[in-house]
């Protein structure tokens, strides 16, 4: 059915409005629908000028992201047909945005004659974030509209911005309090087209400043192309045809390269994780009802150590007040300090007002008294990780929490079957593993113990929404699934190392695959004794052959910590976390290798980055058949978002399937997917 007409005394409107739950997606058929929708306004004598508007709430997320997946149907429709058909009309364009502008959408409000939004629209071009670029005229017509530079800074970034910096770019021309489709209609009405106005903007040169120089910069501040920088370089160039060439010629050059884009490895690697971590909290046994059953309105957590106090600063910048328990007046004061100190950074950055910022430290409360964590809705438990002070937690919060309270324990590898048994709420007992620094890092692993109830996983990926991170469920196993995966993914590089490959050589095979740090860094940084207890709690599973991380521990090389591990440490070199090679601990390996009689041998770099990489995967395939992960994409969230997986290599088992494969047959231009927006 068309939209309804709305005849005004001074001229005939169409209201189209993008109507395609649940985020107006512009999938190929929604596209034909919106072409024949507006091509029959064109015709329509009686119609002076079109409003786009969007239902659900919001404008549109863009294009479709399912379509780049397939095979483009020969004559499917894009957003592209109906950009054009825009572009050849006579008649007045208006887009009146509310809710979310993004990728293809925001490109449609840009070949409108006018934009007016509500106070709470957002604009994004995100497609960088999918390894792509905006692919329906964006790389031309925002340079032309806010020039090259503020375009190029807001199509790299990829984020949304307000209604108000949107206003101050020129992006859109209003900002309306009122009824928004009523002052699209007003600007629409006897508005001249402001054809010959957008025909000079497209003829007209950018300014010289926009040239080459802002060109050549941006390649400079971005990746590299084979290091998650191809779309980033690839964006960059269809812009420089916007500043070199004629509109038609430039946007000919953008849908050639949106084409490779869509068929590089990087693009589809992202767009696998797009969709993974949308299915985390799609869990079988736990609908929609159960997700909305638990009100999270107040929080508590135990022990002001670094993680309690991470965890506390995530629950206030969520707007939920938190009480914090600790005996000792020590680590509560260096708490404080840790928690105003990251507030007055917030504010030093210009991300919060320094009322905000009072406030929100404000919300949480120190204590020494458990009794006032009778109220909080939550509790997380983050004391000394040892299963029998853990134990006398529990039995205390079981006492103390209210009735249908939540009780978590922070472990990373202690049994929380365990712990819930110390209880008498069993079923509302169950893991939240934050990662270090809790307010900073996105991910959440939530446990799932013998009892836990899927209320109270619903109510934990609840947990998860409102402190914005990435929460994925996992079983109840040693190390859950990022710790136990690291474990083999160690003891692999340090069977390398007992092999005669230097662990310097390691770490940086393993950055150059896209890895901030190599393992043993990692592991200086996480703590040699930190990782010689999780052996010991292993058993049998040790971390290498050699006993050379006992033979550290006991030389007091625990890691940055103590300004030597695997690395040396010095304060004048990168503050002290700049690893430096220590040829003492090159001398070890080789003695002990000797002794254990690990003949040495040479492994180039993809050897290095393949043994490490297969036993992440191998690990991973066993949690799967274990059923401690649920899929292969939570896994690889897991790992981009705890472990610096690199985004644009999909994680390690997107990598081990598809990822070598889909990067040489990009590079070669033998991808599979077809060249279309
Ligand atoms: N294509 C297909 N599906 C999409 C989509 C898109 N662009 N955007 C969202 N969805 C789907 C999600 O998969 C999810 O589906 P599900 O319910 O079956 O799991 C549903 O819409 C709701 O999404 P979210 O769970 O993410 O809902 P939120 O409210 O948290 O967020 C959003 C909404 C801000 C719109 C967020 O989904 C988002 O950022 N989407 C991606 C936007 C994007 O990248 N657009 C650019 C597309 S590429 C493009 O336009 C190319 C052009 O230049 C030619």
Redesign the pocket.
């Known amino acids: 059915m068309l939209p309804p007409l709305d005849r005004a005394a001074d001229g005939a409107i169409r209201l189209i409005t993008l109507d395609n739950p649940?985020?107006n997606?512009?999938?190929f058929a929604y596209c034909a629908k919106l072409l024949e929708e507006l091509e029959q306004a064109h015709a329509d004598g009686g119609v002076e000028a079109v409003v786009f508007a969007g239902a659900n709430g919001?404008f549109?997320?863009?294009?479709?992201?399912?379509?780049?997946n397939q095979e483009l149907p020969e004559h499917a429709t894009?957003?592209?047909d109906v950009i054009a058909a825009v572009e050849a009309s006579v008649k007045v364009h208006v887009a009146a945005i509310d809710g979310?502008a993004?990728?293809?959408?925001?490109?449609l409000a840009l070949v409108c004659d006018y934009r007016v939004a509500t106070a709470a629209a957002?604009f994004?071009?995100?497609?960088i974030?999918?390894g792509?670029?905006?692919?329906?005229g964006?790389t031309q017509r925002l340079p032309r509209l806010i020039g090259a530079r503020a375009a190029l800074e807001f199509m790299l970034k990829?984020s949304?911005i307000s209604a108000q910096r949107a206003l101050a770019l020129g992006l859109i021309d209003e900002i309306v309090d009122a009824d928004l489709v009523a002052r699209a209609k007003d600007r629409a009405r006897g508005a001249k087209r402001r054809v010959s106005e957008r025909q000079a903007i497209i003829a007209a040169d950018l300014p010289p400043q926009a040239g080459p120089f802002v060109v050549a910069q941006a390649h400079k501040a971005v990746p590299p192309e084979e290091n998650g920088g191809l779309a980033a370089h690839t964006l960059i160039d269809a812009v420089q045809a916007a500043v070199e060439l004629p509109f038609a010629f430039g946007i000919a050059r953008e849908s050639r390269l949106?084409g490779e884009l869509v068929r590089s490895g990087p693009s589809q690697a992202l767009r696998h994780l797009?969709?993974a971590?949308?299915?985390l909290a799609?869990i079988d046994g736990i609908d929609g009802a159960a997700r909305d059953d638990t009100e999270i309105e107040s929080a508590g957590v135990v022990g002001a150590g670094t993680m309690g106090s991470g965890i506390a600063i995530a629950f206030a910048q969520a707007g939920i007040p938190v009480v914090v328990v600790d005996g000792s007046d020590e680590a509560v004061d260096k708490a404080r300090q840790t928690v105003m100190g990251m507030f007055m950074y917030q504010v030093q950055k210009g991300r919060l007002t320094r009322e905000e910022a009072w406030k929100r430290g404000r919300s949480i409360r120190f204590t020494g008294d458990w009794a006032e964590l009778g109220a909080a809705d939550v509790v997380v438990e983050a004391v000394f990780e040892n299963l029998e002070v853990k134990r006398e937690v529990f039995r205390k919060l079981d006492a103390i929490a209210k009735p249908g309270a939540i009780l978590a324990s922070n472990t990373s590898t202690l049994d929380i079957d365990a712990l819930a048994a110390e209880t008498k709420r069993p079923e509302r007992v169950l893991g939240l593993h934050f990662f270090v620094p809790a307010n900073v890092m996105p991910l959440l692993e939530i446990v799932r113990g013998r009892e836990t109830s899927p209320r109270t996983i619903a109510a934990a990926f609840k947990i998860g929404?409102l402190l914005g991170k990435k929460a994925v469920l996992s079983g109840n196993a040693f190390g859950f699934i990022g710790n136990r995966m690291i474990f083999d993914y160690v003891r692999e590089a340090n069977a390398l190392a007992e092999e005669g490959v230097a662990p310097v050589r390691i770490d940086a095979a393993m950055k150059a695959f896209g890895f901030p740090m190599g393992p043993f860094a990692m592991t200086d940084l996480s703590g040699l004794d930190i990782a010689l207890a999780v052996q010991k709690a292993r058993g049998a599973e040790a971390l290498g052959r050699t006993g050379v991380l006992e033979r550290l521990v006991q030389m007091g090389r625990l890691g940055q910590k103590s300004m030597a591990g695997y690395f040396k440490y010095d304060k004048a070199v990168g503050k002290g976390r700049e690893p430096i090679v220590d040829p003492q601990v090159e001398e070890l390996y080789a003695q002990a290798a000797r002794t254990a009689g690990i003949a040495p041998r040479a492994a180039g770099d993809d050897e290095i980055r393949t043994r490490l990489l297969d036993a992440l995967a191998e690990r991973g395939r066993k949690l799967l058949d274990e059923g401690v992960a649920l899929r292969p994409g939570d896994i690889d969230v897991v790992y981009v978002y705890g472990y610096g997986f690199p985004p644009h290599r999909g994680g390690p088992m997107w990598y081990a399937e598809h990822g070598r494969v889909s990067s040489s047959a990009a590079s070669e231009g033998e991808g599979r997917l077809p060249a279309h927006?």
Do not use: W
């Open positions: 649940p985020v997606a512009l999938s919001l549109s997320a863009g294009a479709d992201v399912n379509d780049f894009t957003i592209r979310n993004l990728g293809g959408a925001l490109e957002k994004g071009l995100p497609e974030r999918l792509l670029l905006p692919g329906a964006g990829g949304a949106f797009f969709f971590e949308r299915e799609k929404k927006a």
